[in-house]
């Protein structure tokens, strides 16, 4: 069965710290690419897509992520953090064909210190 | 345009209860998804609808209903709520290429 890993559940970093939160799926092909964030009370918001060509993808506020098929990863990175970034971050994927149905990773909560 | 909108915000049942979240979108899309969020699960799927009058079971169906009562509206029914449904409850929606867009949410509990 599919599934998408993120193995840190948490994670603290200082302001101004660079920052690369990590993903893993299984599937038997390649599928779509996700990461949302959902701050506190709110709901998830789309960060960057991936679903062909240039494996090194950019998102909103400063994010990127890259998708490496030889690992099975999608890792998500942001060269300079803001204490604004404090949120939970979520990896999603989709098989292709799959109906438009995404797994999500449980999480990786992340603290900005100042 | 509002994108995705949900009600209640919270609400809070007690055991056997039964109730019905509402979401709706504005953005003309095909494909609406309902999940829960539970602490260190991330989201799971309860039922989607690829297109208008049709619905599918998704990850953890069972105490759920759902009706597609329209392209805009997808409603998520608890015919008899249970403490195991406390949960933060997410609509989504998509058109194409399998990019969602969520709403809020809805934070229920069930004593």
């Known amino acids: 069965a599919q599934s998408v890993t993120q193995p840190d559940i948490h994670i603290t970093v200082s302001e101004g710290a660079s920052l690369e939160l990590r993903c893993n799926y299984s599937?038997?092909?390649?599928?779509?690419l996700f990461w949302y964030v959902q701050s506190p009370g709110q709901g998830l918001q789309l960060l960057l897509k991936?679903?062909?060509?240039?494996?090194l993808v950019q998102g909103i506020k400063g994010f990127e992520a890259e998708f490496k098929r030889s690992q099975s990863s999608f890792n998500l990175r942001k060269p300079s953090v803001h204490w604004s970034d404090a949120a939970e971050y979520f990896c999603?994927?989709?098989?292709?064909?799959?109906?438009?149905?995404?797994?999500f990773g449980t999480g990786t909560q992340l603290k900005v210190e100042l | 345009n509002a994108g995705v909108t949900q009600t209640p915000k919270f609400q809070v049942l007690k055991t056997g209860q039964s109730m019905t979240l509402q979401c709706a979108q504005d953005?003309?899309?095909?494909?609406m998804y309902w999940y829960r969020q539970d602490p260190g699960m991330g989201l799971r799927l309860i039922y989607y609808?690829?297109?208008?009058?049709?619905?599918d079971k998704g990850e953890v169906p069972n105490g759920y209903n759902v009706s597609r009562l329209n392209k805009r509206e997808f409603s998520l029914r608890l015919e008899s709520a249970a403490p195991s449904q406390t949960s933060v409850y997410f609509c989504?929606?998509?058109?194409?290429?399998?990019?969602?867009?969520f709403g809020p949410g809805t934070r229920l509990t069930v004593t």
């Open positions: 999603a994927v989709s098989l292709t064909g799959g109906g438009n149905k995404l797994t």
């Open positions: 599937y038997g092909a390649t599928p779509y």
């Open positions: 609808s690829a297109s208008e009058g049709t619905t």
């Open positions: 989504a929606s998509s058109l194409d290429h399998y990019e969602q867009y």
């Open positions: 991936y679903f062909s060509g240039d494996t």
């Open positions: 953005m003309n899309h095909n494909s």
